[in-house]
């Protein structure tokens, strides 16, 4: 049986995606350059796990060379490596580009060089939907409430037009029209996921991307927490197994969804405020985290919640881990985990 190859293998979606896989008997090849500090705990957990059933690769997905090896030998893949975060898109746009833009075009010209072209599942991000400034808001307590009731209601759909914000924005949103665009043109068999936050087991949350996580972690170190701008904005969250079930699915009908981008994330039901989550936090650690506030970054979205409906409409997928389980879960696994995965990648964050 040929493997599945997950780009970006040592990640943090990636290593709940293995687990799946592995977990039904399907080899996995994990293809990461470590670039993400204390990812290398994922991978000894799927090895302990696992055994010979996943096989990590060291690697670039720049390196169109060492791309096309490990795609040569995939059944279907994951990709998943990516320069992850706005912020170091703004310190370094070579890299950011490279990465997300370059890399990318590197794994679809691998695949088109097969003779069984595998499928590809790509994760894009609400980033391409842009800041978001022309949407009305006003503010209710804990949060912001769009003042439009169809997207109170439903969130942002596909129909949205693209505007591409920030260097990171960019990279993706050149990479995800690349993708669907390889469907069009060449025939692959390509399927994008537009991903608002995901959260979960496994996740080194840092300030710069994962931030349910990082709040956590910091709340259990007592490391100092800052929000840029008044902690009102509001997002979905998607518990990291009901996107894993969103991903396999995606793959399963491939076929019929080809060719088309998804926003993929919690929905209406599962939105919560950076204020709301630092409450969250108090009620399961009996004290509320203290937080700086700090003037808003670029390409922050007030609110984004994402229609998920096409996606719903097409497979049956809907998510099942409301936002206070999901989060106590998620608080569970660091408590039982922390000293042995996350020592490292916590201090190296700090420091
Ligand atoms: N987690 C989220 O909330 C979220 C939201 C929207 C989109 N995404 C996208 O989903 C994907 C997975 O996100 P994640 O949260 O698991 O991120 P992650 O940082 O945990 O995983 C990305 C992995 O890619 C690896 N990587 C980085 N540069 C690489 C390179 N040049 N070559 C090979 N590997 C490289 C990193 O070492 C890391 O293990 C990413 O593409 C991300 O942009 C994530």
Redesign the pocket.
């Known amino acids: 049986m040929r493997p599945v190859l997950i780009?970006?293998?040592?990640?943090?979606?990636?290593t709940n995606v293995a687990h799946r896989l592995l977990s039904s008997g399907r080899p996995v090849v994990l293809?990461?350059?470590?670039?993400?500090p204390g990812?290398i705990a994922n991978v000894n957990w799927l090895r302990s796990v696992h055994g010979s059933l996943v096989r990590f690769q060291a690697?670039?997905?720049?390196d169109a060379e060492a791309v096309r090896r490990v795609v040569a030998g995939a059944s279907q893949i994951y990709h998943?490596?990516?320069?992850?975060a706005v912020t170091t898109s703004l310190v370094d746009p070579f890299l950011d580009f490279e990465?997300n833009a370059r890399?990318t075009l590197n794994l679809l010209e691998a695949v088109r060089a097969t003779e069984h072209r595998p499928s590809v599942l790509f994760?894009?991000?609400?980033k391409v939907y842009g800041d978001l400034e022309d949407v009305g808001l006003r503010s209710a307590g804990t949060r912001y409430v769009p003042a439009d009731e169809q997207l109170r209601v439903h969130g942002v759909s596909e129909a949205r037009c693209l505007e591409f914000h920030s260097p990171y924005g960019c990279s993706?949103g050149v990479a995800e029209q690349y993708v669907l665009d390889y469907a069009r043109t060449f025939g692959l068999n390509t399927v994008v996921f537009r991903?608002?936050?995901?959260?979960g087991p496994h996740?080194?949350g840092t300030e710069d991307?994962?931030w349910v996580a990082h709040f956590l972690i910091a709340a259990m170190r007592e490391l100092p927490l800052t929000i840029y701008g008044d902690g009102l904005q509001v997002r979905d969250i998607l518990f990291v197994e009901d996107l894993v079930d969103a991903m396999l699915l995606a793959q399963e009908h491939v076929e019929q969804l080809s060719g088309e981008a998804f926003n993929i994330g919690g929905g209406p039901a599962n939105t919560i405020s950076l204020i709301e989550l630092m409450r969250l936090i108090g009620e399961l650690r009996g004290v509320t985290p203290a937080a700086a506030m700090e003037p808003w970054r670029t390409a922050d979205q007030r609110y984004y919640v994402s229609d998920s409906s096409k996606f719903r409409e097409a497979t049956g997928w809907r998510p099942r881990v409301g936002v206070t389980e999901g989060v106590s879960r998620l608080h569970d696994w660091l408590t039982e985990t922390q000293p042995v995965e996350y020592g490292v990648a916590v201090r190296q964050v700090a420091s």
Do not use: E, W
């Open positions: 780009t970006g293998g040592a990640g943090f979606v990636a293809f990461d350059n470590l670039s993400r990812v690697g670039d997905i720049r998943f490596a990516a320069q992850v990465t890399g994760t894009s991000t609400n993706k991903m608002s936050c995901i959260y996740q080194f991307q994962g």
